[in-house]
T-cell receptor
Framework: AQKVTQAQTEISVVEKEDVTLDCVYE???????LFWYKQPPSGELVFLIR??????QNEISGRYSWNFQKSTSSFNFTITASQVVDSAVYFCALKNYGGSQGNLIFGKGTKLSVKP | EAGVAQSPRYKIIEKRQSVAFWCNPI?????LYWYQQILGQGPKLLIQFQNNGVVDDSQLPKDRFSAERLKGVDSTLKIQPAKLEDSAVYLCASSLVARSGGGQETQYFGPGTRLLVL
């Protein structure tokens, strides 16, 4: 079975704090992709990052960083020095490589509130 | 580059009425997806098109939902008749391909249509 678990339903921080959003996934496939999307109040899902299962290098993009650990089936997302504009719902998603189907399996999302 | 376009942005209807949503994917994207996002949950795939053919509609409630992508570009999703539990955001996404090793399968989403069924 494929499943994505985001255990944190809501997180509230004060601006400039660092915050980590957790994501744990389940899949039987050996080749798969992991994604993070941001959904601001406007509703559009904004693509943040895609990771292949065979590439465990961590990635940093500005204030964003991602920690991928296959041993614990986790793909956590850290925002450094958070800003009010980071307030949104963040979704972690899984996509298996096999077959022609491309549907993403999403977690339930983590709502991040950054207060000034 | 223009993103995925959807209309309308909001729709309020009464149960048993019908409603249609429209999606225009990113130019050149062969694969188009419709997702349903119920409040407090992640999006769930309803149907996937590759050009104008259906690849996966296993989670589409076919007794009331239908979708088409006649010319392999724009797509419409219809609900007839609507039920209260259809209240959700309907998201359209597109990708260059459905499967690859080089990132071309990354899905880009539109702003969604918020449907409220009374």
């Amino acid at each position: 079975a494929q499943k994505v678990t985001q255990a944190q339903t809501e997180i509230s921080v004060v601006e400039k704090e660092d915050v980590t959003l957790d994501c744990v996934y389940e899949t039987r496939d050996t080749t798969y992709y992991l994604f993070w999307y941001k959904q601001p109040p406007s509703g559009e899902l904004v693509f943040l990052i895609r990771r292949n299962s065979f590439d465990e290098q961590n990635e940093i993009s500005g204030r964003y960083s991602w920690n991928f650990q296959k041993s614990t089936s986790s793909f956590n997302f850290t925002i450094t020095a958070s800003q009010v504009v980071d307030s949104a719902v963040y979704f972690c998603a899984l996509k298996n490589y096999g077959g022609s189907q491309g549907n993403l399996i999403f977690g339930k999302g983590t709502k991040l509130s950054v207060k000034p | 580059e223009a993103g995925v376009a959807q209309s309308p942005r909001y729709k309020i209807i009464e149960k048993r009425q019908s409603v249609a949503f429209w999606c225009n994917p990113i130019s050149g994207h062969a694969t188009l997806y419709w997702y349903q996002q119920i409040l407090g949950q992640g999006p769930k795939l309803l149907i996937q098109f590759q050009n104008n053919g259906v690849v996966d509609d296993s989670q589409l409630p076919k007794d009331r939902f239908s979708a088409e992508r006649l010319k392999g570009v724009d797509s419409t999703l219809k609900i007839q008749p609507a039920k209260l539990e259809d209240s959700a955001v309907y998201l359209c996404a597109s990708s260059l391909v459905a499967r690859s090793g080089g990132g071309q399968e990354t899905q880009y989403f539109g702003p969604g249509t918020r449907l409220l069924v009374l």
